[in-house]
């Protein structure tokens, strides 16, 4: 599908079908085994555009980001790598990945972390008039979410929310009130991978544009966390601020993932051949 510019954008699917991303642009990546769709912010966006257009046309998008913790989680579990792998847009989050392209020889076209992307999508939808639904976060935190989305986006219609700790029996309910609200955009911030699952779980059912799964997205806005100095984040050393914030809740992400995933580059960067010979034998070539 091509837009007045000549540029090919994602295609639309009829509902039911799967999404199939251009091969414009570099096209998919799989970083071990793990999708990652090397396109850029305004080629995405026309995307998610699409799916607002065309939403009684099709199923919901799903939208997912990649990164070096999504990485090792769907390395540790086959089914959480096919959700992602089965997403119809995966972005590329993070300089770890950008540190992959480059070891790999196929550079990451643009970092589209949610934390910057998702603001963006927003201020898009205010101009469109769109509508959003919010799930996810403490109770506390997605209140003073929505009151400091009204500030940023004043023309931005929140049509509803509910926190992230639910049981099943409160799904349907959750379930039954976005399909009241009808929102053009979903934001799931219930962390990597519940909301990823919750996403893949739902959106046959859901009568909504597009799904995100924004992980951590709420604390942000809501100034329950804060972003790094914008020089940190330009050194692609924002992981570096979140440890510092939280120690506790990042040990682990900081010094076994990280290590793991650059140890793991590297041998596919000096041992190509070994590389894929093991992961042949692993069932995890790609």
């Known amino acids: 599908m091509m ?55 099709r199923l919901a998008g799903k939208v997912f980001f990649t990164n070096v913790h999504t990485i090792h989680l769907a390395r540790k579990e086959a089914s959480f790598k ?34 910057d992307f998702v603001p963006a999508v927003l201020r898009r939808g205010e101009i469109h008039r769109w509508s959003v639904y919010l799930l996810g976060g403490r109770p506390d935190v997605i209140q003073k979410c929505r009151e400091r989305l009204r500030e940023m986006f004043p023309a931005l219609r929140i049509v509803g929310s ?9 799904e349907e309910v959750i379930i039954r009130e976005i399909n009241a609200a009808k929102p053009d955009i979903v934001l799931v911030a219930l962390g990597s991978p519940l909301q990823e699952q919750w996403i893949s779980r739902n959106t046959d059912r ?7 799964g924004v992980g951590g997205l ?6 329950q966390r804060k972003r790094a100095p914008s020089w940190l984040r330009s050194l692609g050393l924002e992981w570096v601020y979140r440890f510092l914030q939280d120690p506790q809740a990042k040990w682990n992400r900081v010094f076994v993932e990280i290590p793991v995933f650059v140890a793991i580059l590297l041998a596919k960067w000096l041992f190509p051949k070994r590389f894929h010979e093991a992961m042949i034998r692993n069932g995890q070539a790609r």
């Open 3 to 57: 837009d007045h510019e000549g540029i090919s954008l994602p295609t639309i699917a009829k509902q039911g079908e799967t999404m199939m991303m251009p091969a414009s642009n570099s096209g998919t990546l799989f970083l071990l085994g793990v999708r990652v769709d090397n396109i850029t912010g305004e080629t995405a966006m026309k995307f998610i555009h699409n799916c607002v257009a065309n939403r009684r046309e």
């Open 82 to 115: 096919q959700i992602v792998n089965g997403g119809d847009i995966v972005l590329a989050d993070g300089s770890g990945l950008k540190l992959a392209g480059r070891l790999l020889n196929e550079p990451i076209l643009e970092n589209l972390n949610g934390t």
């Open 162 to 170: 509910h926190h992230g700790h639910f049981s099943s029996e409160d």
């Open 206 to 212: 859901l009568h909504a544009g597009v799904c995100f």
């Open 218 to 223: 709420f604390d942000f806005i809501s100034g």
